[in-house]
């Protein structure tokens, strides 16, 4: 018998049971599963390690902020599994399997599932309602507790925002400038809110000015960009 499975048996089945029930509840999916088994085990253990030294320095969060774990770094699930999650209606045709691009305000940041510090934020009025205004913005709330400042967030991490943490949009709007797509000829960023239909993943074209009343996902960084 192998004696390290014997002398946490108990554990394991508790485990399963527990893995079972979040994935019934919709806590967490089979991709995300499958992506943490693929990692090699150095990645695994890096990954890990991170949220584990994120969990282990907890500092009281500002007004607005809030901790999130993001696990899901791959694709977006397929077009047919967003509308039965969200409903007919509800998500833009441009998560229909088409290609992102990030914003280099994203690139080199940490893709590794791991617990981060997420700023749902509204723009003061002196800030320009334009995308790169707004990222520059982000970029420059150094303080104290975020001393490299905030990136933009992604679709991805918006996805998983109304995947696990839907009361964070509630009456809003809530926009994504880390990684757009193109739609037709414009390039389109991800909206999350929540209106008449219920929660919808919706659309936004980049380079048009934004309106008053939509905050931002933010994600501080941690460590400076291109470190």
Not at 52 to 67: I, T
Not at 127 to 141: D, F, H, K, N, T
Not at 152 to 181: D, F, I, K
Request: with cysteine.
């Amino acid at each position: 018998m192998n004696d390290f499975i014997d002398a946490d048996a108990a554990k394991l089945a508790g485990l399963q049971i527990d893995l079972l029930q979040k994935l019934r509840q919709k806590k967490l999916t089979l991709k995300e599963v499958e992506a943490f088994l693929c990692m090699s085990p150095a990645r695994r253990t890096q990954a890990l390690s991170a949220a584990g030294s994120r969990g282990a320095k907890r500092q009281r969060l500002p007004p607005d902020h809030h901790r999130i774990v993001f696990s899901y770094y791959a694709p977006m699930p397929p077009m047919a599994q967003l509308k039965q999650e969200l409903g007919e209606g509800c998500v833009s045709n441009i998560f229909d399997g088409r290609p992102w691009d990030l914003h280099p305000n994203c690139e080199g940041t940490d893709r590794l599932p791991g617990e981060r510090i997420v700023w749902m934020a509204d723009l003061p009025e002196e800030v320009e309602l334009r995308s790169e205004a707004i990222i520059s913005w982000a970029g420059a709330q150094q303080t104290e507790f975020a001393p490299w400042g905030y990136r933009v967030g992604t679709h991805l991490e918006g996805y998983q925002v109304w995947r696990y943490a839907p009361e964070l949009y509630l009456a809003g709007r809530w926009a994504m400038l880390g990684s757009s797509t193109l739609y037709g000829v414009d390039r389109c960023v991800a909206v999350l809110f929540e209106g008449d239909r219920g929660r919808s993943f919706d659309a936004f074209c980049f380079d048009i000015a934004w309106f008053t009343g939509v905050g931002f996902l933010l994600v501080r960084n941690e460590k400076p960009l291109g470190v």
